[in-house]
């Protein structure tokens, strides 16, 4: 638990370090998660109430072909939004620039401001200049005609709650750069910019007004200008829009907009000024497109263009007129489709709302709360439900989406698994550790076939329980003596080779070797599991042990005798020890019994000695020679012991 505890609270420090820092790593998959939700969503099927004019490939091939280059005579575009407008439509917005006065047609921009006048539900699109700097750049009698242009300057937006714009961060520019004065007298214009993109180099935001600089220097007004949209949105509602009512709510973080005398809309942002586009799809997908050439020629039907707002822009495929954006449903969208789309959301109420700060910090707490509590269960299954939160919270998180609610989910998806990983990995870990010593344990002290059936059983561990068993010792009579006259590396040799030999012998007869203690062996029949014949391998083994120290003894020429105490009883088998080491033996009275019969062996000069409990169990299997009643450390009645002669022929 320290290290999932430790793992819980790096991540969270994480998280506030790389927000107090601006890191945009975090924000960077955040946003590609958004885009992941709306590929899951698709499009979105409505009817539009926005109608794009394309100025396509086709568009600028045709005009080409009639010597018209671009840019084309602004009678062009007198004409297409006259058929607009007679087809019924509420407002037109020109995502197209006119900065500066046709030198090929002058006439046609005169036809142009004529249309502007008589209609006045048009909207020209302005460049931004984003810096003193630049604008003293500028030509001098450039700089002078823009400070005289200011028609721009009349669509100012009224402020409520003025004091709370010490806590937003709006999009600051220099000076509006608007259309050439003979349109910008007659129409009202308004920036077109689309504004920055995200850390991911995608535009999912678009600013509802900025701030510009000039006007406030120059003493002329507070200098919040809408976007081109929101004026669009105006008009189409039925404002005039000289008088339109446009109001910035710092406080709410709203524009309100007014239709009638007590409607009001209102169109949310954020702390930097942005409304965040609910996409809908690809734009041409989900906007009716008509090329300006069939606009121009009248060549559409006037249906499509009734009652609707009509943005007049770049396609894709107009070479040479480069206007496209990353969005969530394309690397390559036009311009046009964004302003198409934020419309779209302004007039339906639709936008994607992103919780503050500190409900991203609750969301989070929550997992890796729950992932904590999932974690710290016993069961290895309870914790693999840790990795059920992703699914849970992208489903969770996706519902949201569809109702324009955008949950912060990376992240905690991202830190819930990195703590199962961490929890049931360092689980998964120890129980491999665990079973690695458990099989080296098996195959060192336990016959092949037994370790193998343990092995295959699935164990991790044996089980603690009382049990019936048979407890072998083995010691090495006058060893201290023996080692005494011998050098240290004789002695090790001398003893390595006895313990082995010995050991295999107690494999081979399925016995348990328990442990060594110096020269001694303490071997355990019938664990861990009991067999009807526990007694009869622990005598054949004891006898089989003197035969392979006669052996030893004639091969190396040693004069090595040991002596050997069996007593079967009840015993307390488990796993023995420290947290951090521990051994499978066993406890009780029954040990220190064989312990005791085994010393006899050199009081009384005996090979293997038994206790009665032993004999009495095989005495018809086995011959044996009854070696009498002895008193020994621990017990209050003495022990009646027998000498093992061999087995019964």
Partial sequence: MKL????????????????????????????????????????????????????DERTLSEFEGEGDFWPWSRKKYAKAILHLFKSGARAVLMDVSFTNPSEEDPRGDKALASVLVMFKRVVIGTYLINSKKTF????????????????????????????????????????????????????????????????????RT????????????????????????????????????????LVVDFKRRVVEIKEGLKTYHYVPFDSMGLFHIYYYGKGEEVFKTVSFYDVYTGKFDPKDFKGKIVVIGYTATAKGLYDLRITPFSNNEPGVYIHATAIENIIRGDSLK???????????????????????????????????????????GYYSFLNKTYLDI????????????????????????????????????????????IVKSGKTQLENKRKEVVVLFSDIKGFTKMSEKMDPAEIVSMLNTYLDRMSRVIKEHGGMIDKFVGDAIMAIFGVPFQRDDDIERSLKCALEMRRELHRMNEEHGTNVDSGIGLHFGEVVVGNIGASFRWDYTCIGDTVNTASRIESLTRKIDAEVLVSEAIYERVKDKFEFEYAGEFSVKGKELPVRVYKLLGERV
């Fill in 4 to 55: 999932l505890w430790l793992s819980f609270i790096i991540l969270i420090l994480i998280y506030f370090i790389s927000y107090l820092l601006g890191l945009p790593w975090i924000e960077f998959f955040e946003l590609k998660t958004m885009d992941l939700l709306y590929s899951m969503r698709g499009r979105v099927k409505l009817e539009p109430s926005v109608v794009v004019v394309g100025i």
């Fill in 136 to 203: 003293e750049l500028y030509n001098e009698r450039v700089k002078e005609e823009l400070r005289e242009n200011t028609g721009y300057l009349r669509y100012v937006y009224k402020m409520k709650e003025f004091q709370e714009l010490r806590m937003l961060s709006p999009l600051k520019i220099y000076k509006i750069r608007p259309p050439i004065k003979i349109f910008s007298s007659v129409a009202p214009s308004a920036s077109f910019e689309i504004g920055g993109t995200d850390v991911d180099g995608t535009v």
């Fill in 206 to 245: 678009l600013p509802l007004f900025i701030k510009e600089e000039w006007a406030v220097e120059n003493k002329l007004t507070s200098g919040f200008l809408p976007h081109m949209d929101v004026l669009g949105y105006a008009i189409y509602l039925g404002q005039d829009p000289m008088r339109a009512s």
């Fill in 354 to 396: 992103r919780l503050p700060l500190y409900h991203k910090f609750l969301l989070l707490l929550i997992t890796l709360g729950a992932s904590l509590v999932l974690l710290k269960f016993e069961k290895i299954e309870i914790n693999f439900l840790t990795f059920a939160v992703i699914p849970m919270l992208l489903g969770i």
């Fill in 410 to 453: 990376f992240y905690p998806m991202f830190s819930t698994g990195l703590m199962g990983v961490i929890g049931v990995g360092n689980k998964l870990y120890r129980a491999a550790q665990e079973r690695r010593k458990f099989r080296e344990f098996l195959y060192r002290y336990l016959d092949e076939s037994v370790a193998e059936q």
